[in-house]
C-alpha cells in the first residue's frame, strides 16, 4: 500500500459520478441513483423491523422470562461481542472479497436465527440462554454486515456525494424511530414480544433481497502482496489497518470520543427494561410513543445535518455533536416514579440523542470514508468498530454488575457522567479545526 503522504495512488481513481454524469457536469440528486436507492430502501425496511427486535427481546428477558439485572445487561454484552472477536479479521477479509454479496448473507443469516424466538417460545423451551445465543450469532453477522455496508458505499458513489449519501441513509433510521417504537410497541402489545421478532425476520429478508438488485458491476479487490511478491497474510493486513488509524491523529480522536461515548450509554442503557418496565412500571406502548416521538430528534438531524456541516464546519459539528450528548444521557438518570414527568424526560432524552448521534455520525463517517483509499476501506471500518463498539459489551458488563450492588439510578448516572467526557477527545484534537471534507484521500492524512 502506498504511505499515507504518499503519491496519487493512494486516492481511488478518477471515474465518472455514479450517477452518470461526468465530470464538470450538473450531478443527479441521488433520489434518481437506482443503486443508490435499493440500498437506501433495504435500510428504511431492515431498520423498521429493528425497532421491534430491539423493544421486544429485552422484554422477553426481563418480563416473559423475569431474568436478574446482570442476564438482562449480559444480553447487550453478547449481541456486542463479536465486535471484539470478528471486526479486525471482518476487515482484512473484506478488503479481499466482493462487499454486496456480504451484505445480502447477513440479512438472510440474521433473519433465520431470529426466527427461532417465536419457534421456541411456541414450543415452550424458550430460555435466556437461546437469547444468548441468537445475540450471538446476529452480533456476529452484524459485524459483517456493518463493515462491508460502511465499505461498500464508497464503491458505489463518488467521494462528493458521501455526505449527501450519509445524510440520506440516515434518514430511514429516523423514520424507522419515529415510526418503529410506537409499532414495535402495538405489534408486542397485540402478538405478545417473542411473536412480534417475526416481523424483524422478515425485513431482513426483505432488505437481503433488494440489495441483490442492484447492478452496479463490483470488481474484486486484488490480493495485496509484499515487495517480494508474495500475498499479504491476514495478520499483515489487520496490522496495517490498526497502523492506518491509530497513526492519523484525526482518525483516532474520533475513535476514542465514539468509543467513550458508547462506553458511557452501554453502562447506562444496559438495565433499561427493569428500570424502565419493573422499577417505574411504564407500559410498553407508552415506551414505545415516548421512543416513536423522540425519534423525531433523528428525523431532524437527518434533514440538517448537511447544512450544519456547511454552515459551522465538519470539525465543530463532531465536536458539538458529541458535546450535547452528554447531557442526553444525564436526562434518563433523572427520571422520576412519576409516569407523566419519567416521559417526558424519557421524550427529551430519546430526542437530543437521536439528534446529536446522527449529526455526529454524518460528519465523522463521511470524513473517514473520504480520506481513506478504497483498498483500505474494509480495515478502516474494522479497525474502527472494533474500538469504538467493542467498548460495548465492556459497558454492559459493568452496567450489568453495578445494578446487582447499586441502585438503578446510580448505575444509570455512572454511565451518563462517563459519557459526558466523550467530547474532550475531539476538543482537544485537529478534528475540531476541520472546515469541510477532504476532496483527496491524502488530504487529511498524517502520521503524528
Known amino acids: ?51 421491534v ?10 418480563v416473559v422470562l423475569y431474568s436478574s439485572p446482570l442476564e438482562v445487561a449480559l444480553l447487550g454484552a ?18 479481499r472479497v466482493r462487499r454486496r454479496p456480504v451484505l445480502i448473507a447477513g440479512d438472510v443469516g440474521r433473519g433465520l436465527a431470529l426466527l427461532t424466538i417465536p419457534i421456541a417460545f411456541a414450543a415452550g423451551v424458550l430460555t435466556i ?67 412480534a421478532i417475526v416481523f424483524d425476520a422478515a425485513s431482513f429478508f426483505a432488505s437481503g433481497g433488494l440489495i441483490s438488485l442492484i447492478r452496479k458491476p463490483e470488481p474484486r479487490p486484488e490480493r495485496r502482496v509484499t515487495e517480494t511478491g508474495a500475498h499479504t497474510s491476514a495478520r499483515e493486513d489487520i496490522a496495517e489497518g490498526l497502523r492506518y488509524v491509530l497513526g492519523n491523529r484525526y482518525l483516532r480522536t474520533i475513535a ?26 411504564l407500559s410498553y406502548q407508552l415506551v414505545g410513543t415516548v421512543f416513536g416521538l423522540g425519534g423525531l430528534g433523528v428525523l431532524i438531524g437527518a434533514l440538517v445535518s448537511e447544512r450544519l456541516s456547511r454552515r459551522l464546519g465538519v470539525g465543530p459539528a463532531i465536536v458539538w455533536s458529541m458535546f450535547l450528548s452528554g447531557p442526553a444521557t444525564f436526562m434518563y438518570a433523572l427520571m422520576p416514579s412519576e409516569v407523566p414527568i419519567a416521559a417526558a424526560l424519557l421524550l427529551g432524552s430519546v430526542f ?9 455520525n454524518v460528519n465523522q463517517v463521511s470524513f473517514r470514508q473520504a480520506i481513506t483509499p478504497l483498498d483500505m476501506q474494509g480495515r478502516m471500518n474494522a479497525t474502527m468498530r472494533f474500538i469504538v463498539w467493542g467498548t460495548m459489551p465492556l459497558g454492559s458488563l459493568i452496567g450489568g454488575v453495578l445494578a446487582s450492588f447499586l441502585p438503578l439510578r446510580t448505575t444509570i448516572a455512572v454511565g451518563a457522567t462517563v459519557a459526558s467526557a466523550a467530547f474532550l477527545w475531539v476538543l482537544f484534537s485537529p478534528v475540531r479545526s476541520l472546515r469541510e471534507i477532504p476532496t483527496q484521500a491524502r488530504d487529511a492524512h498524517s502520521n503524528t
Do not use: C
Not at 437530543?352 to 455526529?360: E, I, R, S
Open 53 to 62: 427486535s430491539q423493544l421486544a427481546i429485552p422484554i422477553i428477558a426481563a
Open 1 to 51: 500500500m502506498a504511505e499515507l503522504d504518499g503519491p496519487d495512488e493512494a486516492a481511488p481513481p478518477t471515474e465518472p459520478a455514479a450517477g452518470g454524469a461526468a465530470a464538470g457536469a450538473v450531478r443527479r440528486t441521488l433520489w434518481r441513483h437506482a443503486d443508490y436507492m435499493k440500498i437506501w430502501t433495504a435500510a428504511t425496511v431492515s431498520l423498521m423491523g429493528s425497532q
Open 129 to 195: 440462554w437461546q437469547l444468548y445465543a441468537v445475540g450471538f450469532i446476529t452480533g456476529s453477522l452484524t459485524v459483517l454486515f456493518d463493515v462491508a455496508d460502511q465499505s461498500y458505499l464508497p464503491a458505489l458513489l463518488d467521494r462528493e456525494e458521501l455526505v449527501e449519501g450519509n445524510a440520506k441513509l440516515s434518514l430511514p433510521q429516523s423514520s424507522a424511530q419515529v415510526v418503529g417504537p410506537a409499532l414495535a410497541g402495538g405489534l408486542i402489545g397485540a402478538v405478545g414480544a417473542p411473536f
Open 352 to 360: 437530543l440523542t437521536g439528534f446529536t448521534a446522527v449529526v455526529y
Open 78 to 95: 453478547v449481541e456486542m461481542a463479536p465486535f471484539i472477536l470478528f471486526a479486525l479479521p471482518a476487515g482484512a477479509w473484506l478488503d
Open 256 to 281: 476514542g470520543s465514539t468509543a467513550t461515548s458508547n462506553l458511557g450509554t452501554s453502562i447506562a442503557f444496559s438495565i433499561f427494561a427493569i428500570f424502565a418496565y419493573r422499577e417505574l412500571g
